[in-house]
């Protein structure tokens, strides 16, 4: 479980948010949903140690830091090394703890279609294919806290519910604790069990209502519209405040 516990972050004395409580189980997705600027990559940054700031973060009961526990991040950008090829990119986790494993690499390659793409550079792949080797090289490493920070933003509609696809597929094959950060409505819906809406340097925890429904069937489930219309509603309502 991680359990963040009264969280803060300022910038040249200037507050991003402040007292942020909150935690996330074991086999749960949270979507952290807020507009741009209230402090979302921020709240990343500092989960993972990246940021001073008051408070304190634990995974397990321990604090999180990159050397004590494997953590994987998946920003906006993907964050690919364009020197190294696909298949490099994704083992790099594994290098890095200095335990390559090949096949491991190999099948997380085929699991996310990029097998053919093995020896590309990230330059020569579209949009979505980079995306798919930015989720291949988070989930290879079997991590223990995931975080993604604005992971499907720059996706086309029809790429990104392929690549929401593969991300559950995965993640039910090894759940963790995820943060899905967006500002996207739609994705947290159909992605997380909880929401958690920040605004004005504070967060508040919503139910996420479709949250009982298998995730591929809740953008087609009849209340759909409604939920997501209530959703806006409220959310737009403490963004106002």
Same mark, same amino acid.
């Given at each position: 479980?991680?359990?963040?516990?009264?969280?803060?972050?300022?910038?040249?004395?200037?507050?991003?948010?402040?007292?942020? @409580?909150?935690?996330?189980?074991?086999?749960?997705?949270?979507?952290?949903?807020?507009?741009?600027?209230?402090?979302?990559?921020?709240?990343?940054?500092?989960?993972?140690?990246?940021?001073?700031?008051?408070?304190?973060? @634990? %995974?397990?009961?321990?604090?999180?830091?990159?050397?004590?526990?494997?953590?994987?991040?998946?920003?906006?950008?993907?964050?690919?090394?364009?020197?190294?090829?696909?298949?490099?990119?994704?083992?790099?986790? =594994?290098?890095? #703890?200095?335990?390559?494993?090949?096949?491991?690499?190999?099948?997380?390659?085929?699991?996310?279609?990029? @097998?053919?793409?093995?020896?590309?550079?990230?330059?020569?792949?579209?949009?979505?294919?980079?995306?798919?080797?930015?989720?291949?090289?988070?989930?290879?490493?079997?991590?223990?806290?995931? %975080?993604?920070?604005?992971?499907?933003?720059?996706?086309?509609?029809?790429?990104?519910?392929?690549?929401?696809?593969?991300?559950?597929?995965?993640?039910?094959?090894?759940?963790?604790?995820? =943060?899905?950060?967006?500002?996207?409505?739609?994705?947290? %819906?159909?992605?997380?069990?909880? %929401?958690?809406?920040?605004?004005?340097?504070?967060?508040?925890?919503?139910?996420?209502?479709?949250?009982?429904?298998?995730?591929?069937? #809740?953008?087609?489930?009849?209340?759909?519209?409604?939920?997501? @219309?209530?959703? #806006?509603?409220?959310?737009?309502?403490?963004?106002?405040?």
């Amino acid at each position: 479980m991680l359990e963040v516990t009264h969280l803060g972050v300022a910038y040249a004395h200037t507050p991003v948010f402040a007292d942020l @409580t909150f935690s996330v189980a074991a086999h749960e997705i949270l979507a952290v949903i807020g507009p741009s600027g209230v402090g979302k990559t921020t709240l990343i940054n500092a989960i993972c140690g990246q940021l001073a700031h008051t408070g304190t973060v @634990t %995974l397990g009961k321990q604090p999180v830091t990159p050397q004590r526990q494997r953590l994987a991040l998946v920003p906006q950008d993907y964050g690919l090394l364009p020197w190294l090829r696909v298949a490099a990119n994704v083992g790099l986790p =594994l290098q890095l #703890r200095h335990h390559p494993a090949p096949q491991r690499v190999a099948a997380m390659l085929a699991a996310l279609g990029l @097998t053919d793409v093995a020896d590309r550079y990230p330059a020569a792949l579209s949009g979505g294919q980079r995306q798919r080797v930015a989720l291949a090289r988070a989930f290879v490493s079997q991590p223990e806290l995931l %975080l993604l920070d604005e992971a499907f933003s720059a996706l086309d509609p029809v790429v990104k519910q392929t690549a929401y696809g593969l991300f559950e597929a995965q993640w039910q094959a090894s759940p963790m604790p995820t =943060l899905v950060v967006t500002h996207d409505w739609e994705e947290a %819906l159909v992605l997380s069990d909880r %929401l958690f809406v920040m605004t004005n340097g504070h967060g508040t925890m919503m139910a996420n209502p479709l949250s009982a429904l298998p995730r591929a069937a #809740r953008a087609h489930a009849p209340q759909y519209p409604q939920v997501l @219309t209530d959703l #806006r509603k409220a959310v737009a309502a403490q963004w106002a405040e």
